[in-house]
């Protein structure tokens, strides 16, 4: 695999002429038809077994090899080259790949029925885990139900095993209040943890993740005391613990958001955490990368300080946002778009794709019918790769969607083209 740039006057025909692929392969990587006409900017994925270098003037294949990170002697003996020093211009020098490590991967999904079922069975062979979002925890240690049977036995039938989530979600947003009350009062606390055994044996579930968010800071500890009660309940019973955990840069960070989620007793408790990075940009705040590459690392180096690497999942974002400048502070939040829809609008508007090297991320910014003028940030096969980079770099255990539903077609090409997926099931 190869992700190419497009420039002005490239078509897919001429890249398939240029990689000698066919066109229909191009479009089946990244989700297009063969008349898709292309946007300058756009990342394409150029879908080659390996990857490959015309040698240039003056180019020797020590410098080849450095560039691509492997050694001479691997890409001379991968070429069949007795002499290093006998290479000409305009020779093709096929880049050897490396092992695909072998990660787990969870999804997020709020999608159910038929719907969530046709997401499933595009996409299952991507991933280990399912998520259905969520059972929302009630103040009496009761939980909404999810009418989750029918995507449940949809993972199943792909080898997905699936992920029960358990949050303190209420009227659109986290419930201080009701974690607060969870966490304070034991009698409630254990008719939640009995109901979650109960509907986890029920539905099939193999998994729990706790999402619970704007957690009072003064219930830090009873917190970490509720996470030990679940897995000492579930862990006899073989089912796996994971918790969700807001990005921070240190243990002192203040905020609502922050201050429960003790990194050190959620790396020693739970089976794994899955980090959110992402949100940097976000609906209601100004316009900027949703998952910057240069701020999730700054939280994976924080969290790999407390956490082991094999218990650490890197949340991914599947989306964007479109923004409408000037940006007003409690104005018209940003709607959501998907990274195929944010390539479709800048062609539409005739934008020019750019790249911010930094966090590495896509953005464009157009001017819509009324005259106004709109910044886009979104995801693209460039910036997915940059972020599976550092899942190899660190060795985690793996990556974390939010969430399925958006058409973004050359994540789980490139995902599958770094990694081998780990099945549970």
């Known amino acids: 695999m190869q992700i190419h740039v497009v420039q002005r006057g490239d078509t ?39 990857g490959t270098h015309k040698v240039l003037a003056g180019e020797t294949l020590w410098l080849i090899a450095r560039r691509y990170g492997v050694t001479l002697q691997e890409l001379a003996h991968f070429n069949q080259i007795a002499n290093p020093a006998l290479i000409y211009p305009g020779q093709t020098i096929v880049i050897p790949q490396p092992a695909r490590p072998t990660i787990e991967v969870n999804a997020y999904t709020e999608k159910f029925g038929a719907a969530g079922i046709a997401i499933i069975d595009e996409i299952g062979p991507y991933l280990t885990y399912l998520s ?6 009630q103040a009496d240690g009761s939980m909404i139900p999810l009418d989750d049977s029918a995507i449940i036995k949809a993972a199943y039938d792909q080898k997905v095993a699936p992920m029960m989530v358990i949050t303190n979600f209420e009227n659109g947003t986290f419930s201080p ?10 009698t409630l606390q254990q008719k939640l943890i009995s109901s979650i055994v109960d509907t986890m044996k029920q539905k099939g579930y193999l998994a729990l993740n706790v999402d619970f968010e704007y957690v009072p800071p003064g219930d830090r500890e009873l917190y970490n005391a509720f996470l030990q009660n679940l897995v000492d309940r579930l862990h006899p019973l073989n ?18 958001l922050y201050e429960a989620h003790d990194y050190p007793a959620h790396g020693r408790i739970v089976d794994f955490v899955i980090l959110m990075t992402y949100e940097w940009g976000w609906s209601g705040g100004p316009p900027r990368a949703v998952a910057p590459i240069n701020e999730v690392n ?21 989306y964007g946002y479109d923004w409408t400048l000037p940006y007003v ?52 096969a460039r910036s997915v790769q940059a972020k599976f980079n550092l899942v190899k770099t660190y060795g985690l255990r793996g990556v974390s969607y939010w969430v399925l539903g958006v058409a973004f077609p050359q994540n789980w090409y490139v995902l599958g083209a770094n990694f081998t997926i780990k099945k549970l099931v």
Request: proline share 6%; charged share 20%; with cysteine.
């Open 12 to 50: 897919l025909y001429k890249l398939g002429q240029k990689f000698d692929v066919t066109v229909n392969e191009i479009a089946d990587a990244n989700g297009l038809n063969d008349q898709s006409l292309l946007v300058i900017g756009q990342s394409i994925i150029i879908p080659t077994e390996a």
């Open 132 to 137: 259905p979002f969520s059972y929302r925890v």
């Open 177 to 186: 209040d009701i974690a607060h009350t969870i966490l304070n009062e034991s």
């Open 239 to 256: 089912y796996l613990v994971s918790t969700c955990l807001a990005p921070k840069l240190h243990a002192e960070q203040t905020g609502t």
């Open 298 to 318: 700054k939280v994976v180096s924080y969290a790999l300080s407390v956490i082991p690497p094999q218990k650490v999942m890197l949340g991914m974002p599947l």
């Open 329 to 380: 502070q409690g104005g018209k939040w940003a709607p959501t778009i998907s990274p195929k829809e944010a390539v479709n609008r800048a062609g539409k508007y005739g934008a020019e794709i750019k790249y911010d090297d930094e966090g590495q991320s896509p953005y464009y910014n157009y001017y819509d019918e009324e005259g106004r003028e709109h910044i886009v940030w979104y995801e693209d």
